[in-house]
């Protein structure tokens, strides 16, 4: 009973230390983006304590909407997988994925009228610009780390 105990905790520690590094990752980037913000938000102080509950409270919402996909996702990656699935099955990942969209976006026009009524909109444009410009630096470091 010990040793398939043991077994056991040995075939999962894989798994664990997989989780805790990619915990990690999405940690140091998300204290990247929150830096990467502020510079190019540059709130000031009576604007800062504005945006950044309402960014943390979006973000919280983001996550979990995330993490419930991710939850009830079944993967069709492959093209083998989708022809193994029933036409049903295969529409219902179709909707499912589209019903997350629709959230996400539903999500992101509850904040954005929030952040709209709290602040100049002018602000309100350079986080959206901030937005994307940090998506693209982020994929171009991602780039330059898997060359070297």
């Not at 830096?35 to 509950?53: G, M, R, V």
């Not at 979006?58 to 939850?71: C, S």
């Not at 009830?72 to 083998?80: A, H, L, P, Q, V």
Request: proline fraction near 3%; hydrophobic fraction near 35%.
């Amino acid at each position: 009973m010990k040793n398939l105990l043991a077994a056991l905790l040995f075939l999962s520690l894989p798994f664990f230390v997989s989780a805790q590094h990619n915990k990690g990752r999405n940690t140091e980037i998300e204290a990247y983006k929150v830096s990467y913000l502020k510079e190019k938000l540059e709130l000031s102080p009576e604007e800062a304590k504005i945006f950044w509950p309402i960014y943390n409270s979006w973000q919280a919402e983001q996550g979990a909407l995330r993490q419930e996909r991710r939850k009830n996702m079944i993967s069709f990656r492959k093209t083998t997988e989708i022809e193994e699935l029933s036409d049903t099955q295969v529409e219902t990942l179709i909707n499912n994925e589209l019903n997350f969209k629709q959230k996400d976006l539903n999500i992101e026009r509850k904040y954005y009228n929030k952040l709209k009524t709290s602040l100049p909109i002018k602000t309100v444009g350079k986080y959206y610009r901030a937005e994307q410009t940090f998506k693209k630096e982020l994929l171009s470091r991602y780039k330059d780390t898997k060359k070297s």
